[in-house]
Each structure stands twice: as structure tokens, then as C-alpha cells.
Antibody, heavy 120, light 108 residues
Framework: DVQLQESGPGLVKPSQTVSLTCTVTGISITTGNYRWSWIRQFPGNKLEWIGYIYYSGTITYNPSLTSRTTITRDTSKNQFFLEMNSLTAEDTATYYC????????????WGQGTTLTVSS | EIVLTQSPTTMAASPGEKITITCSASSSISSNYLHWYQQKPGFSPKLLIYRTSNLASGVPARFSGSGSGTSYSLTIGTMEAEDVATYYCQQGSSIIFTFGSGTKLEIK
């Protein structure tokens, strides 16, 4: 069964950089035609798509975040990562990783989420 | 960016009642790219319906979806207590994937 698990530091200070990890089991992240996304949910529940890394390694970002967001992967560990810099309190959210299930661009598997709080 | 507007924002239904949630897009979307999610308190979103009207695996048949162009809807044929959740629409039509603001469904 496909499972995703996020991990991260929980609390970071403003202006710092955070790195989050998504560990995938049950399928290789290099399996064809899947995209592996990061999505965040703000307090108040608004959902925002951050970006994805395609099975081939191609990356696409939400243009509103592209200047301070980097998505990478480690295929040997079947993990992908989100790095975000210049953090502010507005980046406080629950961060999910999710699998995009094919050409219709829907998210069929989600992790349980990791909460990130940006505060001094 | 395609903005998705859901209504109502919050609603309460009695067990057995039929409920409909609507999702209006700021630009026309192919029905292949409109999807719905259910999020229960304390859990991550779960795919409910994909490509407007296709039930995800394990989703009860009382759920259904329809729509085209800029107007889409999610219907629960008969409300059950386990359907208490927030429901979101999502579009994959444009390069920026966006979600609706959510409809919180409560039980009377």
C-alpha cells in the first residue's frame, strides 16, 4: 500500500530556512507518470499547492513561491524534500506531501502532515 | 490562477437529508480536472471524487458529483453522521493547482 510520511523540525525562527522530508513507501518515486507534491494548509484551513517533482525529476513550482522554494529528492531513500527560505509567520501551516495520480492532476495519497510554526 | 468559490461555507444537515455543495470556477474547466476531497477533523484530506463524477476507492455510493464548465457540485444522497467533515474542490486544469475554500458540514 502506498504511504507517505512527512517529517520536519516543528518550530523555526523568522528569516530561517526549513527543510521538510517526505518518505514514501509502497511505490518508488521514480515509477512512471506520478508527481510528488507538497501542499500546505494554513490555520483557518486554506489549502495551497506548493509544487511537485515528477517521476523523471522535472520540478514545477507555484509561481507565488518559486523564489524561495526548492524541491529535491533522494531516489536511493525514496524520499523527496521541501526547502523554503526567508520564512515568516505567514508560512505557519501544516505541510503535506501527496501523490498526484496521473493526467488529471488529483491527489490520491496524502501523508498525515507535519506542522511548521514560524515564531521567534 | 483559477479561483474556486465554494458555497455554502458552513452547513448543518439532519441524518437522511440530501445535501449539495457547489464549487464555482473563475474560468471554465474541463470536467476531467475537477476533484473533491473530504477532510475530517485531525486528519489529512482524502480523495473523494475525481474527474467530476468518479468515486474514489471505498467511497460510499451516497456520494456523487456533477458539473461542467464553471459550475460543479458534490451531493450526499442521504446524510450520515460519519459525513461530518470539511469538503474541498480542487482543479488541475491550470499550471497552478488550486483548492476551494472549503465547506464545513455538520450534523443537526
Amino acid at each position: 500500500d502506498v504511504q507517505l510520511q512527512e517529517s520536519g523540525p516543528g518550530l523555526v525562527k523568522p528569516s530561517q530556512t526549513v527543510s521538510l522530508t517526505c518518505t514514501v513507501t509502497g511505490i518508488s518515486i521514480t515509477t512512471g507518470n506520478y508527481r510528488w507534491s507538497w501542499i500546505r494548509q494554513f490555520p483557518g484551513n486554506k489549502l495551497e499547492w506548493i509544487g511537485y517533482i515528477y517521476y523523471s525529476g522535472t520540478i514545477t513550482y507555484n509561481p507565488s513561491l518559486t523564489s524561495r522554494t526548492t524541491i529535491t529528492r533522494d531516489t536511493s531513500k525514496n524520499q523527496f524534500f521541501l526547502e523554503m527560505n526567508s520564512l515568516t509567520a505567514e508560512d505557519t501551516a501544516t505541510y503535506y506531501c501527496a501523490r498526484e495520480g496521473g493526467w488529471s492532476y488529483y491527489f490520491d495519497y496524502w501523508g498525515q502532515g507535519t506542522t511548521l510554526t514560524v515564531s521567534s | 490562477e483559477i479561483v474556486l468559490t465554494q458555497s455554502p461555507t458552513t452547513m448543518a444537515a439532519s441524518p437522511g437529508e440530501k445535501i449539495t455543495i457547489t464549487c464555482s470556477a473563475s474560468s471554465s474547466i474541463s470536467s476531467n480536472y475537477l476533484h473533491w476531497y473530504q477532510q475530517k477533523p485531525g486528519f489529512s484530506p482524502k480523495l473523494l471524487i475525481y474527474r467530476t463524477s468518479n468515486l474514489a476507492s471505498g467511497v460510499p455510493a451516497r456520494f456523487s458529483g456533477s458539473g461542467s464548465g464553471t459550475s460543479y457540485s458534490l451531493t450526499i444522497g442521504t446524510m450520515e453522521a460519519e459525513d461530518v467533515a470539511t469538503y474541498y474542490c480542487q482543479q488541475g486544469s491550470s499550471i497552478i493547482f488550486t483548492f476551494g475554500s472549503g465547506t464545513k458540514l455538520e450534523i443537526k
